[in-house]
C-alpha cells in the first residue's frame, strides 16, 4: 500500500517475540501482529529499537520484514527500522525492506563513528535516494548520541528528502520546532516516540505515536489517539495518565543486575506472555531475563491496568 | 597461523581503499599490505575503526577479509574487527572471520543499545564460545560509550574467555592496572591503540601497537618499537616524538565542514595516495572527502617528515 | 510574605542588568522588576540562571537580594537561586538570602564534584534544615550534570524536605511522573523552566512557570497562563506558538564567536534594552556580548512580535 | 617566595583536615603540610580538588591559606586553587589568595554555565591580568565538562599569559601535545596529576605531579621522582608500580552508598588518619563516609604497602 501522505494513529514499534533459541518466532511473531490490528493501530513499525533491532542478524531482520509484510497482507502500512552504523550498510538494509514490501524506512544519524551535521545531512539524501520510499528520520541521541535537530529535519522535508520524523529525543521544545516550522507541509508526518506525553505531543500537532508500551495495551493508545482527534483533551488525559502509571513496569528489573534495555524490554515481553499473546519472554543476548520476581511484579501492573483477565 | 601467545610489534590497523564507486579497490589494499609488510610489522588488524569498518557493508567486509588473508598468506597474523551492535550480530561476523581464516577477532562492547556491565561479560563469552578462536576485547568508550575496565578484562583474561586487549580508550591508568594485573599471565597480549603515547605503554608492559598512522608511516611505528625491545629508550622517545608532529595531519579537515573522522581518515588516505600506496583517497560515505588546500597540507606534512621522495 | 501552598502563575528568572564595568545596575533592575510586575508576575525568581547567577560574586548577589527585595517590598513572593558547588556553600548563600528576606530558596544538585543520589538526597535535606524556609530542587541536569529524578523529588516532598520542583530538565515525562505523583500533596509547588511547552506543563497539572523569555514579554507568558487557568487552551496555545517563534532570537549569537549562553543571554539583555527597560546588554564575563548585526536580528524579532513601538 | 620558572618535583594538593563539626581543623593541616614536607615535596597546592575546595565555603578557603601560608612561611611554594564558576567569582578568590600570600594560582574554565573556547580564553586573560601572579590552568573535564586544549594552552603560554598547566584530563596524547609545543619555553611549567602514570609524564618531559595520593604517601612520590630526574627509570617505574597498587584504596568505598569522590577522599583521609598525620576523617557534606569495613580495607592497603608501623 502508499502511505498517506500524513500517517496518523498509533503506529506501535513492533517488539520481535524470540524462541527459547533466539529465532524469530513467527507465530508468536503474527499473534502479535493480530493483537496490535486488534487493538486498532493505524501502522506498524517493525526493526525499531522495541523490537531489539540492534540484537537481531540480518537474517532474523529478514525474517521479520516478510512474516509481517505478509500477514498484513496491504491492510495497514508498515515501516521498517534500517538501523545501522553507516550509509552504505543502511542501503544495505533499505535494499532488503524493499524488496520485503515495506511501506516506509525510518534512518537514523549515523553512529559508532564520530560524526558532523553535514555528514547526517548527507546520509540522508542518500538513504532516500536508495531507497525510492517514504523516508523518515529517526531522532535517537540517548543510542546513536548525536541530535538531528530542527533545522536539518525542516531542510530536509522541504528538499523532499524526509517523509516525516519519528522523535523518540525526549526534546519537546525541539520537537515543537519541528511542528511549526512543517505546519505547511502538505506531505510530512510527525510522530512521537514519548510515551508519557502523547496527549501533549498530539495537542502541539504531531500526527501520531510509536509507543513501545502499545505492545502491551494498543487499546489504551488507540483510545488516547481518539479521544484527542476528537477533541476529547480531557478523556485523552485521563487515559495518558493511566498510561503513565503502567509504563512503571519498565522499572521492574533490578538495575544492579541488567541495563534499562533488558529491564524495559524484558517487562514488555513478559506482560505480552502474561497477556497470551506470544509464547515466551526470551530476549536476544546479550541482555539479562527478568526474574521470578520481577516478572511477579510486572503481572500485578497488569492487574491494577486490568490487562489480565 | 597460530597466534603467538604473546602477540608484539606492530599491527596497524588496515586502510581499507576503495574504488570511486564505493568497492573495495583490491589492488590497492593488497599494495597497502606490502607497504606494511615491507615496513615490518608484525601482524595486520583489518575491519577496526581506521578501515572504515562501521562504514562498510558484509560483503566489504568479505572482500577485505578475503583478500587480506589470501594475500598475506600466512606470513603474519591477522586479527579482524567483528564491530557490531550486539552479540548474534558479531556472532554472524565471527564466522565469516573464521571462515576467511583468521587468527583472531577483536570485539567492543555492545553499542546503541544501553548496556550494562553484566551484559558486557556476557557478551564476551558468548563471541568468544562461538569464535574458538583468539578474542580480544576493543575498548573505544569514543564510539561504544562504555567502558570496559580493567576489572571486567582480567576476569575475563583469567577465565581464558580473552586474549587479549586492544585500548583505544586513552585512559592510560586503566591500562596500566591492566597490565600489572596481567603480568603473571602467560598468553595474554595488550596492544595499545594510542598512537601519541606508544612508548609510554610499551614502557608499562604493554606488547604491541595498533596504530592508525602507521598505515602512513610503518617503518616509524617499527623502529619505535624495536628500540623499546632493546632497551634503547631514548631513541624510541624521539622517534615517537618525530610521530607525534606527524600526526598532526589528521587535523586538516576545516571542521566546519566534516566532523574528525572525516579529517582524520581523510588524512590518513591522502597520505597513502601521496605516497604511491593506494589509487585514491576515497572514503565510505557519508564521509566528507578533503578538499584540494586540505591535501596540499597532508602534502607538507609528509615532506616535513620526509615521507616524500 | 508568605508563599503560598500552591505556587502559580509566571515566576521569570530576573535578569542582572549591570553597568559598563560589570556591576549590578540596580536602576535598571528595578525597573526590570517594575516591567516584570506590570506584566502580571506571580512572583520573582532573582539569581537563577537566567540572571547569569554563575557570573556574579557574591557581593553581586547581594546587591540583586537587597534591590529586589526591597523594591518589591512584599508585593509578591521572590525565591532566590542558592547556586553553588556543594552544601557548606550553598548554605552560606541560605544565609544570605534569608537574611535579605526572601519568601523561598532554590537548590540545585551539588556539581563540579562527582556525586551520587544518596549525596543529593543529605544535600537537600542540610541545605532545608538551614534554610527554614521552603525549599525548591532545581533540576537542571544541563549545568550540574545529574539528575534530581522523579523518586527521589517525591520522596523529599513527602518528607516535608521540598516545597516545589523547578524542572528545567526538558525531560517531560518524568515531569509528569512527579506531577502525578504530588498530586495529593497539598503544599507542594511544580514549576516548568521549558519556554516552549508551557501549555503541555500546565495541561499535566504543573502550578507555575519560569520562563527565561518571561523578561522580554512577561504579558505574554501571562496571557499564556491565565488562558490555561480559565481553561481556553486553544487560546493558551497559539500564546505559546507566537512565543515560540520569540524565542527565536535566543540564536542570533555566531556559535563560531560564542556559546549559547553568551547568545541566549545576550540576546535577552539586548532586547530589554531595545524595549527601554534597562539601560545596556552588558553580561557578566567571560561572555561574548552580541555585535551589531546580531543586536539588529534581535530587533526583527521584536519587530515581528510587536514588542517595540 | 617567588616561583620558579620551571617549578619541578612533587606538589601534593593538599587535603584539608576537618573537626567534627565541619570546620578547617587548622592543628591537623599544619600537621599535615609537616608530614608533606618531611617527605620532601617541593610546593604545595592547596584548595584543589582532593582539598574538597567545591565542598569548602569561602571562610574555609581563607582559613586554609592563610593556615598553610603561614606555617610554610616561604619554605617552599605554595599554589592555590581559586575554583569557581566564572570570571567575577573567580577573581574574588585570587584577590583572597594574593592576600594570603600565595606563590600562584591555579583556575579551570569557567563551568555550570555552558561556556565555549573563546570564553575560556578570555577568562584566563581577565583572571591572569588581575592576578598579577603566575597563573596554572587546569584541565579537569570530569569536574568542568569541558576541555582546555593543547591549541589554547600553548597560545596563552606563548602570550604570557600563563605560567603553566596542571593536566588531571587523564589525556596523555594531549599533553604530550603541549610538552612537544613548550618545549622552547623557557618559562612553562607542565604538571600532572594523573598519579598512575607519572613516569610517563615525566618520561615524556613534564616538569613535576600533583598526586592525590601523595597525601599519604609524599615519600613514595618523592622517590619516584628523583629516580626520574636521576635517569634512574627502572626504579622510578618500580615505584610507581607500587603506587600504583597502594591507589587501589581509593575504591573500598561502596558504589551503592556513595560516589566516587566520597570514596576516594574518605580513603586519602581514613589512611592519613591511619597514619596518625590528622585528627579524624571527617569530609564535607554532603560526601558520605566510609563505614567500618571499608576503613579497615583502607588499613589493609597501608599495611601491604609498609606505611603503618
Known sequence: MTLPSRLTGVIPPVCTPLTPDHE??????????????????????VLGSTS?????????????????VGHVAGRLPVLAGVIDTATLRVIDHVRTAVAAGVDGIVVTAPF??????????????MVAAAAGLPVFAYDLPVSVH?????????????????AGLKDSSG????????????RDLTAFSILTGSELTVDNALWMGADGVVPGLGNVDPHGYVKLFKHAAAGEWEAA???QERLVRLFELI????????????SAL???????????????????????????DEIAQVEKHLITANLLA
Request: no cysteine; glycine share 10%; hydrophobic share 45%.
Open 266 to 292: 524484558g517487562a514488555f515481553k513478559a506482560a505480552l506472555q502474561l497477556r497470551g499473546v506470544i509464547e515466551n519472554a526470551m530476549m536476544a543476548p546479550p541482555q539479562i531475563p527478568l526474574n521470578t
Open 52 to 68: 531489539e533491532v540492534a540484537y537481531l542478524p540480518d537474517g532474523h531482520r529478514k525474517v521479520v520484514l516478510d512474516t509481517v
Open 146 to 162: 548525536s541530535k538531528v535537530g530542527a533545522d536539518l529535519v525542516l531542510q530536509l522535508a522541504a528538499d523532499g528528502v524526509l
Open 24 to 45: 524469530v518466532d513467527t507465530a508468536s511473531l503474527t499473534a502479535l501482529v493480530d493483537h496490535l490490528i486488534d487493538g486498532g493501530v493505524s501502522g506498524l513499525f
Open 237 to 239: 488525559r485521563t487515559e
Open 251 to 262: 522499572g521492574v528489573g533490578d538495575p544492579a543486575r541488567m541495563g534499562p534495555s533488558s
Open 171 to 182: 526534546d519537546e521544545g525541539n520537537l515543537r520546532n519541528v511542528i511549526l516550522g512543517a
Open 112 to 125: 559508532y563513528t564520530r560524526t558532523h551535521p553535514a555528514e547526517i545531512d548527507k546520509h540522508f539524501r
